[in-house]
Nanobody, 123 residues
Framework: QLQLVQSGGGLVQLGESLRLSCAAS????????VGWFRQGPGKEREVIAG????????YYEDSVKGRFTLSRDNAKNVVYLQMNDLKPEDTVSYYC????????????????WGQGTEVTVSS
């Protein structure tokens, strides 16, 4: 069974950067779509970045386009989320996940989840 372990996150100032990592064990992250989700208090988890394992097509939610970058290192079996120009509204919990399929990651098709990590952006 695939296990996803997240690292990174923490407290930063407005406009600073962070990189989240999601390391997989027990399986190969390159075989299925993977992505990053965010979840604020009392809100549903939503996908903010994803990548297909078929053609490496990337998806970004509008509010993070141009600021966040998802990348995957298949050799290390790790997925990253580089977060630049962080804003107070980015203060939520972040989760990585692997999908049931190779094309797209959504909350409905996510089957393995990381443990989550919190990001706090102070103004």
């Amino acid at each position: 069974q695939l296990q996803l372990v997240q690292s990174g996150g923490g407290l930063v100032q407005l406009g600073e950067s962070l990189r989240l990592s999601c390391a997989a064990s027990g399986g190969n992250l390159g075989n299925y779509a993977v992505g990053w989700f965010r979840q604020g208090p009392g809100k549903e988890r939503e996908v903010i970045a994803g990548i297909s394992s078929i053609d490496d097509k990337l998806y970004y939610e509008d509010s993070v386009k141009g600021r966040f970058t998802l990348s995957r290192d298949n050799a290390k079996n790790v997925v990253y989320l580089q977060m630049n120009d962080l804003k107070p509204e980015d203060t939520v919990s972040y989760y990585c996940a692997e999908a049931l399929n190779a094309w797209v990651i959504t909350p409905r098709v996510a089957r393995y989840w990381g443990q989550g990590t919190e990001v706090t952006v102070s103004s």
